[in-house]
Nanobody, 127 residues
């Protein structure tokens, strides 16, 4: 099982950009579909973006479509979330997650489909 560590969060002005990274330990990263979720205070954890195990298929929440981009580098055991044109409502703790998948093109969207989670990285957007 992989262990996930996120980084790249911080304070950003509305309209700005950040790149979040999630590095996975272990040799089975390629077996995991990966995703990013976020949770704001008082709200449930919500799906942000997901990417398949190996063919690059992606899916985004409507609230971030066109502004956020998920990508992965299997050689570096890393998944990224490029966060652009941020809004105050994007402020949250962002979590990286991995789910074992038998399918190269499947994108996981539901928290219960994911097997491992990172500790989270805070993104705060100032208006």
């Amino acid at each position: 099982q992989v262990h996930l560590v996120e980084s790249g969060g911080g304070l950003v002005q509305a309209g700005g950009s950040l790149r979040l990274s999630c590095v996975a330990s272990g040799r089975t990263f390629r077996s995991y579909a990966m995703g990013w979720f976020r949770q704001a205070p008082g709200k449930e954890r919500e799906f942000v973006a997901g990417i398949s195990r190996s063919d690059g298929s992606t899916f985004y929440a409507d609230s971030v479509k066109g502004r956020f981009t998920i990508s992965r580098d299997n050689a570096k055991n890393t998944v990224y979330l490029q966060v652009s044109r941020v809004k105050p409502e994007d402020s949250a703790v962002y979590y990286c997650a991995g789910g074992l998948s038998a399918y190269q093109s499947r994108v996981l969207r539901i928290p219960t489909e994911y097997d491992v989670w990172g500790q989270g990285t805070q993104v705060t957007v100032s208006s």
